[in-house]
């Protein structure tokens, strides 16, 4: 959505929350409509402290997902998108890669080989998990694993919490098999819930940026 400069922060709060109106009430496009909330958030940037927690309670959508779709859109603006590719696409690269060549290169790769998202995604985090292995990760590829694990982890979450009836009822032997299943589920859970705990440990500014 392409936004005119100079609007008066009141006229933008209104646009934000006629999108997000939108966004609640429509039966299709969805994705298109989030690309557009990203844009009007992005557009203030700074401003509207605790305005993507508004938004994800009048529509429904995740705030880490509305935040993925502000950062996604501050990093690919309207002009440099590929009408091509989906939203998805470019929230891939978008969430993947900081730098405009890189992020450029991506969504060329991604249209010139006719990817599907999870293809890209794919592709992306081959390429990733290479480049760390070769010189080590780097702050800002830890801050971008941080992204996409707080990912993978709230839509789990989400699938976990619309069967939480079925999983209750499983037999004790189903509830054995899944803790060795998800061995790596459990250890991050008792990690992170004896690290909330500890003094003067600040949550990754990436993960709770408005």
């Known amino acids: 959505?392409?936004?005119?400069?100079?609007?008066?922060?009141?006229?933008?709060?209104?646009?934000?929350?006629?999108?997000?109106?939108?966004?609640?009430?429509?039966?299709?496009?969805?994705?298109?409509?989030?690309?557009?909330?990203?844009?009007?958030?992005?557009?203030?940037?700074?401003?509207?402290?605790?305005?993507?927690?508004?938004?994800?309670?009048?529509?429904?959508?995740?705030?880490?997902?509305?935040?993925?779709?502000?950062?996604?859109?501050?990093?690919?603006?309207?002009?440099?998108?590929?009408?091509?590719?989906?939203?998805?696409?470019?929230?891939?690269?978008?969430?993947?890669f900081a730098n405009p060549q890189e992020i450029e290169r991506w969504l060329a790769v991604a249209e010139a080989d006719g990817l599907s998202a999870m293809a890209l995604r794919r592709r992306i985090r081959s390429h990733v998990a290479s480049r760390r292995e070769q010189r080590g990760a780097s702050p800002d590829e830890a801050s971008i694993t941080a992204f996409?694990?707080?990912?993978?982890?709230?839509?789990?979450?989400?699938?976990?919490?619309?069967?939480?009836?079925?999983?209750?009822?499983?037999s004790p032997g189903a509830a054995q098999l899944a803790l060795q299943e998800l061995r790596a589920v459990t250890d991050f859970v008792d990690t992170m819930r004896a690290r909330a705990l500890e003094p003067s440990t600040p949550r990754p500014q990436d993960i709770e940026a408005n």
């Open 1 to 96: 959505m392409m936004l005119k400069p100079g609007l008066e922060t009141e006229a933008w709060r209104g646009l934000v929350t006629h999108v997000a109106r939108l966004v609640r009430t429509s039966t299709g496009a969805r994705q298109t409509l989030t690309a557009w909330l990203g844009d009007v958030l992005a557009y203030g940037e700074t401003g509207g402290r605790g305005l993507i927690t508004e938004c994800a309670v009048a529509t429904g959508i995740n705030p880490g997902t509305l935040r993925n779709a502000k950062m996604v859109c501050l990093r690919i603006p309207l002009s440099c998108r590929r009408d091509t590719l989906s939203w998805t696409h470019h929230c891939e690269v978008g969430i993947a």
């Open 148 to 170: 996409q694990l707080m990912r993978e982890l709230r839509a789990g979450d989400r699938m976990l919490d619309r069967h939480r009836a079925a999983w209750r009822e499983w």
